[in-house]
């Protein structure tokens, strides 16, 4: 095993997934919440899965001295939505599938859609 530094993480991205009316309801509550209180950029609304993503989700990207404020503020306030949180480090495959953190439901990615993307 070959270890790594955390300097190796340039930043983070949240994906915050919903499925129904209801949970994009709370989804939104959350996005507001997050743009008012965080340093961020907030991705656009994908209202059908995308990429290796199996649910509607938006994504949220910061930086790693934001880390620890918003992953705990997410802890406490996603309700019932699943929250994919992986750092980025120039290996989207590994990012996601072996450095991945969840908050509630692990989804099932679409790793072999990075492993293609990134082989492109």
Request: aromatic content about 10%.
């Given at each position: 095993?070959?270890?790594?530094?955390?300097s190796d993480?340039?930043?983070?991205?949240?994906?915050?997934?919903?499925?129904?009316?209801?949970?994009?309801?709370?989804?939104?509550?959350?996005?507001?919440?997050?743009?008012?209180?965080?340093?961020?950029?907030?991705?656009?609304?994908?209202?059908?899965?995308?990429?290796?993503?199996?649910?509607?989700?938006?994504?949220?990207?910061?930086?790693?001295?934001?880390?620890?404020?918003?992953?705990?503020?997410?802890?406490?306030?996603?309700?019932?939505?699943?929250?994919?949180?992986?750092?980025?480090?120039?290996?989207?495959?590994?990012?996601?599938?072996?450095?991945?953190?969840?908050?509630?439901?692990?989804?099932?990615?679409?790793?072999?859609?990075?492993?293609?993307?990134?082989?492109?």
């Open positions: 095993m070959t270890l790594r530094d955390e993480i340039t930043g983070w991205h949240a994906h915050i997934y919903y499925q129904d009316v209801e949970e994009r309801g709370h989804a939104a509550v959350l996005r507001e919440a997050i743009e008012a209180r965080f340093e961020m950029r907030m991705g656009r609304w994908r209202d059908e899965p995308v990429g290796p993503h199996p649910r509607s989700m938006f994504q949220v990207a910061f930086a790693p001295d934001v880390f620890p404020a918003i992953v705990p503020w997410l802890a406490l306030n996603r309700g019932s939505l699943a929250i994919l949180i992986h750092p980025e480090t120039e290996d989207s495959v590994a990012d996601h599938a072996e450095h991945a953190l969840w908050l509630g439901e692990k989804l099932p990615l679409d790793i072999e859609f990075l492993r293609n993307f990134d082989s492109a």
